[in-house]
């Protein structure tokens, strides 16, 4: 497949491997040769702190055919007063408060870089937030350079996947920082959100965001596992405005799935409960002082 660079585009979840670490523990996941695609032409970067641009609407109909998918219902619009990231009591964000019903898609770590999923979000401009380990990522940055270039955030998921708990304060800080640092440069913009490992922390990740930044954490309320959803609820059920967690994984850790056959999946079980996708930062009010950058 070639791979685009678009310019002028500037910098939009699942209990799996990002799970408690008890019981799920993060796979090194599948990793397709970046040899295996071309080289893009280099790519302009956005302003720092500047936000991607979302992208106007979805895919038509025949683009959601090509991937086995029926057309997914419109999103509303952005809402005039998104929810002020200082005023949520709870250390964390798993859900924004709407009576609309949609929900919101974060693909987490970066192992696997399938050129498919790239066609396949360009065709049908599914928004999704993207929380990355550099580890995971740094052998091609350009592949989710691409993915950020059509309007999908990235967000920050530590350097190397470590449980934060197994860390001090400043072990975490350096997780945390650092990856500002690496996604500052790499991607024109350092991250606001944060997703911590298996979604383990504590108050040394809080204070360890603070000093790197980091406005919220977000965490989940479904996640998408093979072929289907997984649930926090004991309703079982998708409600507004929750937010799911996927991973870029690949046939290694998807029982020879892929990354576009478990995505297709995921937007069929959202389809089928009525809901469809809206872009988590168009939700977010940010603090408007400009992230730090790990520096």
Known sequence: MMRWSTLGVLCVLVVSGCAAPA?????????????????????????????????????????????????????PAAPRDPLKISS?????????PTDERIVFLTFDDGNEKDPRFIEMMRDLRIPFTMFLTDD????????????????????????????????????????????????????GRAPRLFRPP???????????????????????????????LEYQRADRRLRPGQIILAHFRGPKDLKGRSLTDMTADLLRRIQEQGFTVARLEDYLAFDSTPPADGS
């Open 23 to 75: 019981s799920s523990p993060a796979p090194a996941g599948h990793e397709s040769a970046p040899a295996s695609r071309p080289l893009p032409a280099p790519s302009g970067q956005p302003a720092a702190g500047a936000r991607p641009e979302a992208p106007v609407g979805f895919g038509n109909a025949a683009a959601f055919r090509k991937w086995g998918l029926e057309p997914m219902a419109p999103a």
């Open 88 to 96: 949520v009591r709870d250390p964390w964000i798993k859900e924004i």
């Open 136 to 187: 995971a990522v740094k052998k091609d940055y350009g592949y989710f350079r691409e993915l950020r270039d059509l309007g999908n955030s990235v967000e920050n998921h530590t350097l190397t996947h470590t449980d934060l708990k197994s860390l001090d304060q400043a072990g975490q800080q350096r997780e945390m920082c650092g990856a500002q640092e690496k996604f500052a440069k790499e991607f």
């Open 198 to 228: 298996f979604g383990s922390w504590n108050d040394d990740t809080l204070a360890a965001m603070k000093a790197c930044g980091l406005q919220a954490m977000v965490l989940w309320r479904a996640d998408m596992g093979i072929e289907d």
